[in-house]
Nanobody, 114 residues
Framework: QVQLLESGGGLVQAGGSLRLSCATSGSIPSLNVMGWFRQTPGKQRELVATITSGGVPNYADSAKGRFAISRDNAKNTVYLQMNSLKPEDTAVYYC????????WGQGTQVTVSS
């Protein structure tokens, strides 16, 4: 069983940076796709970025140029580096194993003050 544990959220001023981490444990398939999603109250969860086990990233338009997803397979950890943060980036950020088994973490709160 795969478990995902996010960390690194917090309060930051607009223009600042945060790095989120997603530590994975359990039986992690060698071929997988991991992602970061976010959700604000009253809205559906939206994609932020994904990364394959080979390290190929993909970004939502809102994240392009500001966020960077990466992974350290030796540490079984996926990262989301967030720069130039805006108040509209405020959300709960979730780590997700998209493939092969849909699994979510519990989320970490990111709050960007103006």
């Amino acid at each position: 069983q795969v478990q995902l544990l996010e960390s690194g959220g917090g309060l930051v001023q607009a223009g600042g940076s945060l790095r989120l981490s997603c530590a994975t444990s359990g039986s992690i398939p060698s071929l997988n796709v991991m992602g970061w999603f976010r959700q604000t109250p009253g809205k559906q969860r939206e994609l932020v970025a994904t990364i394959t086990s080979g390290g190929v990233p993909n970004y939502a338009d809102s994240a392009k140029g500001r966020f960077a997803i990466s992974r350290d397979n030796a540490k079984n950890t996926v990262y989301l580096q967030m720069n130039s943060l805006k108040p509209e980036d405020t959300a709960v950020y979730y780590c997700r194993m998209i493939y092969p088994r849909d699994t979510w973490g519990q989320g970490t709160q990111v709050t960007v003050s103006s």
